[in-house]
C-alpha cells in the first residue's frame, strides 16, 4: 500500500500564499498573490494502480533502482518491491518482492533499502543483485540512507533527527538532533546536504552541514508554507538538485525540481517532478513524474541538467 513520508503528508491545509524563492531565482515559475488564503492537496497518491518512487542511479553502471507501491486495484502482474531499470535496453525487472523504502547504492552491486514490516519502522538491509540476497545491517528504523563513497558510513533520518552508521561494526551515532531529515553525503564523504524543518514545520529548506553536525549553512531563506526536500550532490560538490513544493498562479500545489548553484545561492528551475536523482556519470537527472492522463499515478522519468531531452522510462 501507499506510504507517505515526513513531507508529502495525505492531508488537506490551510495555506498562506508567499513568494517562492527569496535568496533563489525563480526562472520562470508564477507566484501566487500575497494574503490569499486557500486550502490544497499536499501528495498527488493515486487512489488505486500504482506508483513508481525512489530513483537511485548506480554511479558507474548503467542501472538504476528504484520503489514500486501498490494502490487499490493494480494490475494483476504487478507487484510491490524493489525494482531495476536498465538504461541500454529499458529494461524493468523485479529485484525483489516486498515493502521497502528510498534505496541507495552501496557499490556497483550491491544496494542498501530500509524493509518495512507489519510492525512498522525500516530495518536497513543491503541486497545484491545477482544472488538478490537480503542481509540485515541494522536493528533500529532506518529512512532516507546516503553512502559515502570513501568510506563504509552511511548517514540516514531517524525521527527528524540525522544520524551515522558504519556498516563494518554496526556502530551507529547522532549526527544532529532535530530537524533535519533526508540527508545526503558529498561525493568526498565531507559534507552533508538535508532538508532542515523551519518556521515549526510549516516550511522547510535545504541546508549543508559538516559530516559531525556542525557549520549549518542554509541555501534558501526559508518562507513560510514552501517545502525544499530531497537533496542531491554533483559530483563536483558545486550544485544540488531538490524538489520543491509551492502553489503555482492557479492556486494548486506544484512540485518542481530545482538545481541550486552553491557558491552564488541561486536556484534554477528544472522540471516539475519529485524525489530527484542526480546521475554523475551521464548527467542526467531520475525522477518520479506524475501522469495526470493515468489519474495522478506516479512513473520514473530522465532529462538533462537543463530539463531538455525528458523520457519516461517506466510504464
Not at 518495512?116 to 532516507?144: C, H, W
Not at 563504509?152 to 532535530?178: F, M, N, P
Not at 568526498?188 to 541546508?207: H, N, W
Request: aromatic content about 10%; glycine content about 6%.
Amino acid at each position: 500500500m501507499f506510504r507517505c513520508d515526513k513531507t508529502h503528508i495525505i492531508a488537506f491545509l490551510l495555506l498562506s500564499a508567499v513568494t517562492l524563492f527569496s535568496a533563489c531565482s525563480t526562472n520562470g515559475i508564477n507566484e501566487p498573490e500575497e494574503d490569499e488564503w486557500i486550502v490544497i492537496p499536499i501528495f498527488p497518491i493515486p487512489s488505486f494502480g500504482y506508483a513508481d518512487r525512489y530513483p537511485a542511479a548506480n554511479p558507474n553502471s548503467e542501472l538504476v533502482a528504484f520503489i514500486r507501491d501498490l494502490g487499490t486495484s493494480p494490475p494483476d502482474s504487478v507487484k510491490e518491491g524493489l525494482y531495476l531499470i536498465n538504461l541500454f535496453s529499458r529494461d524493468v525487472s523485479l529485484l525483489i518482492e516486498g515493502t521497502f523504502g528510498r534505496p541507495a547504492w552501496l557499490d556497483t552491486s550491491t544496494i542498501l533499502v530500509p524493509l518495512y514490516s507489519s510492525a512498522g519502522g525500516g530495518r536497513l538491509f543491503s541486497i545484491n543483485i545477482q544472488s538478490k540476497e537480503l542481509i540485515p545491517i541494522s536493528t533500529d528504523p532506518v529512512s532516507n540512507p546516503s553512502v559515502s563513497r570513501t568510506d563504509s558510513i552511511v548517514v540516514y533520518d531517524y525521527e527528524a533527527s540525522l544520524r551515522a552508521l558504519d556498516i563494518k561494526t554496526h556502530y551507529s551515532w547522532e549526527i544532529i538532533d532535530g530537524g533535519f531529515n533526508m540527508p545526503s553525503l558529498s561525493a568526498d564523504g565531507d559534507l552533508i546536504a538535508a532538508q532542515e524543518i523551519v518556521l515549526s514545520g510549516s516550511a522547510s529548506t535545504i541546508s549543508i552541514l559538516d559530516t559531525n553536525g556542525s557549520n549549518v549553512v542554509r541555501l534558501i531563506d526559508p518562507r513560510l508554507d514552501y517545502y525544499y526536500t530531497y537533496p542531491t550532490w554533483s559530483d563536483t560538490g558545486l550544485y544540488i538538485v531538490c524538489e520543491v513544493l509551492f502553489m503555482n498562479e492557479d492556486n494548486i500545489s506544484e512540485y518542481r525540481i530545482i538545481m541550486i548553484d552553491i557558491a552564488l545561492r541561486k536556484c534554477s528551475d528544472i522540471t516539475e517532478g519529485l524525489y530527484p536523482c542526480y546521475s554523475n556519470n551521464i548527467q542526467q537527472i531520475f525522477y518520479s513524474g506524475i501522469v495526470r492522463d493515468r489519474n495522478n499515478q506516479m512513473r520514473i522519468f530522465m532529462c538533462n541538467i537543463t530539463g531538455g531531452e525528458k523520457e519516461q522510462i517506466t510504464y
